[in-house]
């Protein structure tokens, strides 16, 4: 092996309710009465930050949490009801420094006008830590809450055949004009739009400010944005991806994209696969990040992670299956296991915590001084935007005129 | 006949994108970053006001086709701020002006109830109405709505907002993790809304929030606009701050509500309203006149002269006389954006009139518009400030104030140290608040117990 030192890895984690279990709100840990408050979120993030991570993601959607994909599942031993992301997300920054703040949101169904200044807002207030992370939603029961569009049901096993497959890169598409729409909102402020000149009266250089005049197959905006470039310019775009439909929004959007690769070879494929997309796009030299996305039950002892997995499995009804890798161990298996998937490829992970009130504060006080003791983590924060974290530069302004 | 005193609500708006905010002084700061959001928030909590206020707009104004670039241009997004704000607030009421044209009833009444729960019950919805295609062109689905439905869709929109916020009973959370039940009843947030304007269908999916629902603001002055806040509304931002005029419009509305079976105490009338305070009444009479100028600058006077010209007037001097040529009234206009426009329905009359002002007055451009244009509501010393505010408020001219301060993130501060303990000592305003929730500072009920009254 080199000499080189490790390379140092990006850690992320997925805030969604109690946590990714279905039955993790069973356990002592986990607040489900304070679900919807405020301090809730405060103190997983506080926690988060505690743990030097670079950001966490919040979980939405537009209809109540379902075991299925097309419709509600009518359950009512499980976590319904949530918080809208960008507002949670906004409502945690200022109780926070450090930690970068990614909400979910849904192209689908919501003007990217309006999320543009959001996330753009969500930045201002956080001062450099906000990002997005973009979903599509096929889902009938979530377009019938906005009567605007009809979508025919459809199960997950339907979205891979052909049909659900030209249904989910329409979507796709749609979701990649969204987020273009979004970034050019962004730049439509230069930085120095704001000069408050009093000796001509003008408050702007109205030189500098642009329409951003997009014109696409499903929606064209004039712009420019109603609120100023926020301070990272460009706030982070995120998006989770499991096929070559999404592959290619990540590699024609995105800054980090999520994989979920169940082991190391997967995801030495899975990274190639979306560096050849980047290629097509002509982003060959941008830099995007390819995050792994692992669910984790950690204790001090694998018996005693595998025995809670077990036994939330058992309060479930069924066994916990997921997208992504189900991991049970302890910190240094996991931090073995993350390593590996790192020196396959993938530059952080986002860790989804099977029980929020036991997994996050594992990973935070267990892990990262597991990772940290091997020198692949940081030890301090060592800058000041979420951008800064993940050693993005800060854009330059599409817009402006480069003398 | 002895009248128990009214209590005054006083409700701090933002400074907002028009020439009443005067970015030119050196103590006027940013607009945009948070610390003045805060800052100003603190402010009202601090005098114990019931609210800070945000206004809205979808779209930089335009005038001439090019963005207008005299008054403060820009704002962030109304809900992110007030999710932030309910971060460094503990009491402060948090109203944002929410469109019910560039906006699905599905996502904003998930917005408001998620800010409801996220501040603990201090959530507040502005609901107005809009149509220009102008805004239109920044949305999915450009102009859609023609001007005569604005009011027909703002109707329809909280309706179907309110069966949203309704369709969770407020003790659907059992969470009971000993018998593995979480929620009551699997139908919670069912809801079936077929409409003109909307038809959909399903669950909501964000539980009942501590006020039940949003208190609803409505800001429209048209006919149309007092009927709907006499039917729906729990207050209305109203611009009749004058004492006569106050007075007019709240025998006016608050005429209405027995037709909607409402009581009197059931909408408020809050009137915006701008102040300048000194040692002295004299002083604050000749800080106005001051700030006045601040506020219309040579190049503000001509391009407020255009709204009524609707024409190009760049090359007159804005020190000099009044145009002579008399204004295009054709159907384009030159101003795009903002609600002023709609205010010149006459432009030939008021060209006239103006002109008669400025020849009796010996007025140039500038002086015409800084004397024609929206003078300061209260002007004087503490003392008489908080006696005036107090007189109105007596008088049923409204129920309270919410003040448009012109310097951000400053302009409170005066009023807060000086004025507001004046109003306490009077008994008319409160020390400390009483309860925890928006509805409690408003003296509102909470939707669950006047449905229940309206069922009884």
Redesign the interface.
């Known amino acids: 092996m080199s000499s080189t030192p490790p390379a140092q890895l990006h850690l992320a984690v997925a805030l969604d309710g109690t946590g990714w279990h279905p039955a993790s ?4 840990a ?1 607040r ?2 304070d ?4 301090g809730y979120w ?1 103190d997983l993030v506080a926690e988060a930050e505690r743990g030097l991570l670079d950001f966490v993601t919040f979980e939405d ?5 379902s075991s299925r994909y097309g419709e ?1 599942d ?11 992301a ?3 997300a ?6 926070t420094r450090h930690i970068g703040l990614v909400p979910t949101v849904t192209a689908t ?3 990217p ?2 999320i543009s ?2 996330i ?3 930045d ?2 956080s ?1 450099g830590r906000a990002g997005l992370r973009v979903q599509v939603s096929a889902r009938p ?2 377009a ?5 569009r009809a979508f025919p049901p459809i199960t997950t096993a339907e979205l891979q055949d052909p049909a659900g497959q030209e249904r989910l890169t329409e979507l796709f598409d749609e979701a990649a004009d969204y987020i273009e729409v979004v970034r050019r909102l962004w730049d439509s ?1 230069e930085d120095d739009a ?1 000069i ?1 000149d ?1 000796a ?7 030189d500098k ?1 642009h329409h951003i005049d997009f014109e696409g197959k ?11 470039r926020p301070p990272q310019g460009q706030p982070l775009v995120t998006a989770l991806a499991h096929q070559a439909v999404p592959y290619r929004l990540v590699a024609r959007q995105a800054d980090v994209g999520y994989v979920t690769p169940h082991d190391a070879d997967q995801a030495r494929a899975l990274v190639a696969e979306i560096r050849t997309a980047q290629e097509s796009a002509g982003r060959a030299d941008d830099p995007l990040h390819v995050f792994g996305d692992v669910v984790v039950f950690l204790d001090d002892e694998r018996t005693a992670a595998e025995d809670r997995r077990a036994r939330l499995d058992a ?1 479930a009804g069924e066994p916990y299956t997921s997208d992504a890798r189900i991991f049970a161990g302890t910190p240094a298996q996991l931090a073995d296991l993350l390593q590996e998937f790192a020196e396959a490829g993938l530059s952080g992970f986002r860790l989804r915590p099977a029980v929020a009130g036991h997994d996050l504060p594992g990973i935070t006080r267990a892990l990262v001084p597991e990772l940290q003791r091997r020198g692949v983590f940081r030890t301090a924060y060592e800058a000041g935007t979420l951008r800064g974290l993940l050693g993005l530069a800060r854009p330059a302004n599409r817009y402006a005129a480069t003398a | 006949m002895s009248k128990p005193l009214k209590q005054i609500h006083l409700a701090a708006h933002f400074p907002g994108v028009n020439n009443t905010t005067v ?2 002084d050196p103590r ?1 700061g940013s607009h ?3 610390s003045s959001f ?1 800052y100003f928030a603190r402010t009202a909590e601090r005098a114990k006001f019931d609210f800070l206020f945000l206004a809205e ?4 104004r335009e005038q001439g086709g ?2 207008y ?9 109304t ?3 007030l ?2 704000l ?3 607030t503990e009491h402060l009421g948090l109203t944002g002006t929410i469109n019910s044209t ?3 009833p ?2 904003v009444a ?2 408001f109830a ?2 409801d ?4 019950g201090r959530s507040a919805w502005n609901v107005v109405t809009s149509w220009d295609a102008f805004t239109g ?4 689905r ?1 102009g859609f709505l023609p001007q005569q439905e604005r009011y027909s869709r703002a109707k329809e929109f909280l309706a179907t907002a309110t069966e949203l916020f309704d369709s ?1 009973g407020a003790d659907e ?1 059992l ?1 009971d ?1 000993a018998t ?7 139908k ?2 069912s809801f079936v809304h077929s409409g003109r304007h ?6 909501f ?3 009942r ?1 501590p006020q039940g629902r949003p208190v609803v603001f409505q800001a429209g002055d048209s006919e149309e606009g007092r009927e709907f806040a006499a039917s729906s509304a729990d207050a209305i931002f109203s611009r009749h701050a004058t004492l006569e005029g106050g007075k007019a419009f709240y025998t006016d509305v608050k005429r209405r509500l027995a037709t909607y079976g409402r009581r009197h105490d059931e909408l408020l009338i809050l009137p915006a309203a701008t102040f300048v305070l000194a040692d002295t009444d004299e002083e604050a009479g000749e800080l106005a006149k001051e700030v006045r100028r601040q506020q219309v ?4 006077a001509i391009k407020h002269l255009e709204f009524v010209w609707n024409r190009d007037l760049s090359s007159y001097d804005p020190e000099g006389p009044l145009p002579d040529i008399d204004p295009d009234v054709g159907t384009d206009h030159i101003s795009q954006g903002r609600a002023q426009v709609r205010m010149y329905r006459d432009p030939l009359a008021t060209a006239r009139e103006w002109r008669e002002l400025a020849t009796a007055h010996h007025w140039s451009i500038r002086d015409l518009v800084i004397n024609t244009g929206n003078r300061q509501t209260f002007v004087g010393s503490p003392a008489t400030v908080a006696r005036t505010i107090n007189d109105h408020v007596q008088a049923d001219a409204s129920d309270g104030y919410i003040l448009v301060p012109h310097l951000t993130p400053t302009g409170l501060d005066a009023f807060a140290d000086k004025v507001v303990p004046l109003l306490q000592e009077q008994g008319v305003f409160r020390t400390e608040y009483a309860g925890t929730t928006l509805r409690d500072h408003l003296g509102l009920a909470h939707p669950d117990s006047v449905d229940d009254r309206v069922a009884s």
């Open positions: 709100w069973r356990e002592q986990a489900p009465r679900l919807f408050t405020a405060a959607g537009l209809a109540l949490q509600p009518g359950r009512t031993d499980q976590v319904r009801g949530r918080l809208d960008v507002l949670t906004s409502r945690v920054a200022p109780l169904h919501t003007e006008f309006h200044k959001a753009a807002t969500l201002y207030v001062t029961h979530e019938a809450h906005f009567g605007r402020w704001e408050r009093v001509t009266g003008r408050f702007i250089d109205r400010l499903h929606f064209s905006v004039k712009g420019p944005s109603i609120t100023p309060l | 970015w030119s006027a945009i970053e948070f805060a707009g979808l779209r930089l090019e963005i670039d005299l008054d403060v241009v820009g704002r962030p997004d809900f992110t701020v999710a932030a309910a971060a460094v560039f906006n699905e599905y996502e998930r917005q998620s800010l729960h996220l501040s603990g062109e920044n949305f999915r450009g969770w959370i969470a993790q593995g039940v979480f929620l009551r009843d699997a919670a947030g909307f038809d959909i269908h399903g669950q999916d964000v539980p929030s600058s040579g190049a503000t």
